[in-house]
Nanobody
Framework: VQLQASGGGLVQAGGSLRLSCAAS????????MGWYRQAPGKQRELVAS???????NYADSVKGRFSISRDNAKNIVYLQMNSLNPEDTAVYYC??????????????WGQGTQVTVSS
């Protein structure tokens, strides 16, 4: 299983970035996908998630600024980030989770992509 995140970089406050996470080795359409982030000295936190049927969930800190979407034909999940501020600076990780009724859930992580927002 591979989750290849890309699209991070350095951006000025108020700018935008779009992260992509390309998945392979899983039946992508069955998985809930999520973006997490971890800033230096802080715990990893959920930023946004999208279920296999397209329902979305956002951290309060990014509501109205970030948008998560998925393309099941391409096995890619996106995170569109607008109105970025320095508090969004972190390493962003892609996550894939399959919840199963009779077996342990399956959970995979990508390698992370750095997002740095300058003031």
């Amino acid at each position: 299983v591979q989750l290849q995140a890309s699209g991070g970089g350095l951006v000025q406050a108020g700018g935008s970035l779009r992260l992509s996470c390309a998945a392979s080795g899983i039946i992508f359409s069955r998985y809930a996908m999520g973006w997490y982030r971890q800033a230096p000295g802080k715990q990893r936190e959920l930023v946004a998630s999208i279920t296999n049927d397209g329902s979305t969930n956002y951290a309060d800190s990014v509501k109205g600024r970030f948008s998560i979407s998925r393309d099941n034909a391409k096995n890619i999940v996106y995170l569109q980030m607008n109105s970025l501020n320095p508090e969004d600076t972190a390493v962003y990780y892609c996550n894939a989770e399959l919840r199963r009724t009779y077996f342990a859930n399956l959970n995979y992580w990508g390698q992370g992509t750095q997002v740095t927002v300058s003031s």
